[in-house]
Nanobody, 119 residues
Framework: VQLQASGGGLVQAGGSLRLSCAAS????????MGWYRQAPGSQRELVAT???????NYADSVKGRFTISVDAAKSTVYLQMNSLKPEDTAVYYC??????????????WGQGTLVTVSS
C-alpha cells in the first residue's frame, strides 16, 4: 500500500485546511484509515481514524473542530480541520491499517504533510 498525502500549509489561527490522502496498491486489506501528527520534540499522536464501516475516533483535542471522512471509490481519506490553533502545528501523517481477526495491526504510513498555524 502506498499513501500520498497533500493539503498542508500555513494558515492563521481560526482558519481551515483540508488534508487528503490517496491510497494505491493492495488496498483490499485495509480496514482503517486515519491521521496522526507529530509536533517538534513530541511523539506521534492520534488525530482521527475511520473504519471501512464509517466508525470514527478522534483525539479529544480535535473533537468538534476536525472531521475525518473517506471516499471509498477514490480510496482517499480526508481530514477537514476548522478553527485551527497554533498547537495544531505539526507534521500530519496519513495511516492505512489492516487489522486482522486477532486485532493485530499492520500499518502503512504516508510521507507526512506540514501544517503550520500562526497566532
Amino acid at each position: 500500500v502506498q499513501l500520498q498525502a497533500s493539503g498542508g500549509g500555513l494558515v492563521q489561527a481560526g482558519g481551515s485546511l483540508r488534508l487528503s490522502c490517496a491510497a494505491s496498491g493492495s488496498r483490499f486489506s485495509i480496514n482503517i484509515m486515519g491521521w496522526y501528527r507529530q509536533a517538534p520534540g513530541s511523539q506521534r499522536e492520534l488525530v482521527a481514524t475511520i473504519t471501512t464501516s464509517g466508525i470514527t475516533n478522534y483525539a479529544d483535542s480535535v473533537k468538534g473542530r476536525f472531521t475525518i471522512s473517506v471516499d471509498a471509490a477514490k480510496s482517499t481519506v480526508y481530514l477537514q480541520m476548522n478553527s485551527l490553533k497554533p498547537e495544531d502545528t505539526a507534521v500530519y501523517y496519513c495511516l492505512a491499517r489492516h487489522r486482522d481477526v486477532s486485532d493485530y495491526d499492520t500499518d502503512y504510513w504516508g510521507q507526512g504533510t506540514l501544517v503550520t498555524v500562526s497566532s
